[in-house]
C-alpha cells in the first residue's frame, strides 16, 4: 500500500519514477504484475550503498474524485479525518481533480494554515449537503 501511495505522491510532485527497496526478493521483483503477458517485464534494479532496489514509475490518473470537508471558491481544501489520508494524494497525482465539499466558503474564510490542497490542484468543485449522521450516536 505504501509503494502505491507513493507511486501517486511522486507523479504529483513532479518525480517520474523512484528507487524502493520493497518488494526486493518477491514476485514484484520479477517481473510488473499485470493480466497481460506482454506487460510482465522484469523491473530495473539498482544496488545503492550495498543495498538493493527496485525501480517503480509514477502514476498519473486522469481524474481524481475527492471529497473535502471545506473549501473555498478558488478551490483550497481541507479535509478531516479518514479524508485526509489519500485524498490530498490524489488531488495533485490527477490531471484533473473534481471535488465534492461539504460547504463552500468565500476565498479568505481559510486559514493559510488550514488549508490542505491548493486551489491549483483543484478543476471542478461540486457542494454536496451531507447531514451530521454523528448525531444522537452515542
Request: charged fraction near 30%.
Given at each position: 500500500m505504501g509503494t502505491l501511495a507513493e507511486k501517486y505522491r511522486a507523479a504529483g510532485v513532479g518525480i517520474p519514477a523512484f528507487f524502493t527497496p520493497t518488494g526486493v526478493?518477491?514476485?514484484?521483483?520479477?517481473?510488473?504484475?499485470?493480466?497481460?503477458?506482454?506487460?510482465?517485464?522484469?523491473?530495473?534494479?539498482?544496488?545503492?550503498?550495498?543495498?538493493?532496489?527496485?525501480l517503480e514509475y509514477a502514476l498519473q490518473p486522469d481524474n481524481a474524485f475527492v471529497h473535502a470537508l471545506i473549501g473555498n471558491r478558488e478551490g483550497n481544501l481541507r479535509y478531516t479525518k479518514t479524508a485526509q489520508n489519500f485524498n490530498h494524494v490524489m488531488a495533485t497525482a490527477a490531471?484533473?481533480?473534481?471535488?465534492?465539499v461539504g460547504e463552500v466558503v468565500e476565498p479568505g474564510t481559510l486559514k493559510a494554515d488550514d488549508i490542505q490542497t491548493p486551489g491549483i490542484y483543484v478543476k471542478r468543485m461540486v457542494e454536496v449537503f451531507r447531514p451530521d449522521i454523528s448525531v444522537g450516536i452515542d
Open positions: 526478493g518477491s514476485v514484484v521483483e520479477e517481473s510488473i504484475l499485470s493480466n497481460y503477458q506482454n506487460n510482465r517485464t522484469q523491473k530495473e534494479t539498482r544496488v545503492i550503498n550495498d543495498r538493493n532496489y527496485i490531471k484533473i481533480t473534481i471535488v465534492e
